[in-house]
């Protein structure tokens, strides 16, 4: 009971260290993206509209149809739609719409609805962010008409038409951004079948002249469980990026974001291998005299790797590397596996990382380091030399393969649903990874950028 009690603690501390760790990835998205943003809104904007003036008057089913109205709108076109940045604050939407009005027979006359509102985001209870409007002025004036003349109420007449009270409740809802799809930012995403990942906001997004600035906590669940991560040692912050980047959005991971990726997949298992190998009991009793008194018939020899230190990355100025630390079990028997000797591997493997889509793509490429040391035998002393001559070919190549079979669905980036990445361009720097790349709206798969 004492032991349970101790480890509850221990694992009370450790999730209390995961909840406050500060910020390990984030983005910003520019004017630019905003700009695109403001323009693939345009047609969603008009539809929204469309449905809200141009729907029909329902009859009562009491008194009968009601009266014709005198003023019938009967199109609906935005002209303009623009998002700018109000810095520290927020946004401010600008949209302009064109209306045909139809006040009597055969004739048309055109309003020009403007509409002038504030948003900002803010996270709810939950930890989801949500786009709110903070202020909104709908005005509308009469800019051309068939009439010869004019009713001097003819405006207020178009407003009554115009239920502007309605629109400044819904204006948020003219972007394609509606807070259904900010809140696809926080879902979880699969990494392998035991393993997902989940992008948390640590409070609302920063405005300023650069951008909108989002920071971000990754956790893991590894069978549906949350688990506590390593703390960070350093601090990260959002690197800043020039207000003049042609691209819409940056991202941006930690070296630890990395760590914490194979940390949580070395504890659901996945690196976990049973590597095949060409050697069998009687090829390695030609070296090791003392394997004939353990195997009296020759079986196929295979290697069991398990770490024994938890992965690292390490990223330094165009170039990312994965440190490996295993013990490899090298025996034979089936079902009974009985080991003869257990090497200690430290390898150092090149890292690259690519963007498909919105999946950051990355897999183990050349070995640049490796070393193998005895760890224990139950067939006498091994020399370093034969250690090497025997398993270091197959593990040379079995190792980053086993790796990457792992790694080979992806990570999903931070996203909104409908929208992909495409013109990445994928920047290593020391300690943290840039991803500067464009918004495109329901985007086809396969264009990639890879780095390594």
Do not use: W
Request: proline share 7%; with cysteine; aromatic share 6%.
């Amino acid at each position: 009971m004492a032991k349970l009690c101790t480890l509850s603690i221990l694992l009370s501390l450790l999730l209390a260290a995961h909840t406050t760790r500060s910020p390990d990835c984030g983005g910003i998205l520019t004017p630019s993206g905003l700009s695109y943003l403001a323009e693939v809104s345009k047609s969603h904007a008009e539809a929204v509209l469309r449905q809200d003036l141009m729907a029909p008057a329902v009859p009562d089913l009491f008194l009968g149809s009601p009266k014709p109205s005198r003023n019938q709108i009967n199109s609906v076109k935005v002209t303009g739609l623009s998002l700018s940045l109000i810095s520290d604050t927020g946004l401010r939407l600008s949209v302009d719409v064109d209306l045909g009005i139809t006040p009597a027979p055969s004739t048309t006359k055109v309003m020009r609805l403007s509409i002038l509102a504030d948003l900002h985001v803010e996270m709810n209870p939950k930890g989801n962010l949500e786009l709110a409007t903070s202020a909104c002025k709908p005005t509308v004036e009469e800019m051309q008409s068939t009439e010869e003349v004019e009713s001097k109420s003819s405006s207020s007449e178009a407003d009554k038409e115009i239920n502007l009270d309605k629109i400044c409740l819904e204006v948020s809802k003219l972007l394609l951004l509606p807070n259904e799809q900010l809140i696809s930012l926080t879902a979880l995403f699969p990494v392998t079948p035991s393993c997902q990942v989940q992008y948390l906001p640590l409070a609302a997004p920063v405005f300023s002249d650069q951008g909108i600035t989002i920071s971000l906590q990754t956790t893991f669940q590894v069978a549906g469980m949350a688990i506590p991560l390593p703390v960070s040692p350093v601090p990260f912050s959002m690197p800043k990026t020039a207000s003049s980047s042609p691209s819409h959005l940056t991202l941006a991971f930690s070296e630890h974001f990395y760590t914490s990726l194979f940390f949580a997949l070395e504890t659901a298992g996945a690196f976990n291998m049973t590597i095949p190998s060409l050697l069998t009991t009687a090829t390695v009793a030609q070296k090791i005299t003392q394997m004939g008194s353990l195997y009296q018939e020759d079986l196929p020899v295979v290697l069991q790797a398990v770490f024994r230190s938890s992965p690292q990355v390490v990223l330094e100025e165009g170039k990312a590397a994965l440190k490996l630390f295993f013990t490899i079990h090298a025996g034979a028997g089936s079902p009974a596996f009985q080991s003869f000797v257990s090497v200690n591997v430290d390898m150092s493997a090149g890292l690259r990382i690519g963007v498909a889509d919105t999946r950051m793509t990355i897999s183990a490429a050349v070995i640049e380091d490796i070393e193998l040391s005895l760890a224990a035998s139950d067939v006498g002393p091994v020399p370093a030399a034969l250690l090497e001559e025997l398993f270091l070919p197959t593990i040379r190549e079995e190792v980053p393969a086993q790796v990457n079979v792992v790694l080979s669905e992806g990570v999903s980036l931070p996203h909104i649903s409908s929208f992909t990445y495409t013109d990445v361009n994928v920047m290593i720097h020391k300690d943290y990874v840039l991803i500067p790349c464009n918004l495109k709206l329901q985007a086809r798969t396969g264009e990639q950028a890879t780095v390594g």
